[in-house]
């Protein structure tokens, strides 16, 4: 099996930075894709940043310009380096990651357990 952990979640003022990470382990033959996702309480769940098999990236509309997304391969682990924070960007933030074992040729969908990101003065 394959498990995601996020850290770096907090509390922060409007304007600052904050950069989460989550670690993919296991046994693993490769991870072919890892996104952000947030909820915020009564909202759906959407996607905020993704690196996609092909190496593309894509980003939500309201963090273009302030949010990155970044891996490190050899360390299985998805980054994502928030600036520019504001209010609005409070939630639980959930790693995301389509991941194949070792010894599989199916891949399969991971999701991590979330970290709190509050933005407040």
């Known amino acids: 099996q394959v498990q995601l952990a996020e850290s770096g979640g907090g509390l922060v003022q409007p304007g600052g930075s904050l950069r989460l990470s989550c670690e993919a382990s296991?046994?693993?033959?490769?991870?072919?894709?890892m996104a952000w996702f947030r909820q915020a309480p009564g909202k759906q769940r959407e996607l905020v940043a993704g690196?996609?098999?092909?190496?593309?990236?894509q980003y939500a509309d309201s963090v273009k310009g302030r949010f990155t997304i970044s891996r490190d391969t050899v360390r299985n682990t998805a980054y994502l380096q928030m600036n520019s924070l504001k209010p609005e960007d409070t939630a639980v933030y959930y790693c995301?990651?389509?991941?194949?074992?070792?010894?599989?040729?199916?891949?399969?969908?991971?999701w991590g357990r979330g970290t709190q990101v509050t933005v407040s003065s």
């Open positions: 690196h996609t098999v092909g190496g593309e990236t």
């Open positions: 995301n990651a389509w991941a194949i074992m070792v010894g599989s040729i199916y891949e399969n969908e991971y």
């Open positions: 296991g046994s693993i033959r490769s991870v072919n894709a």
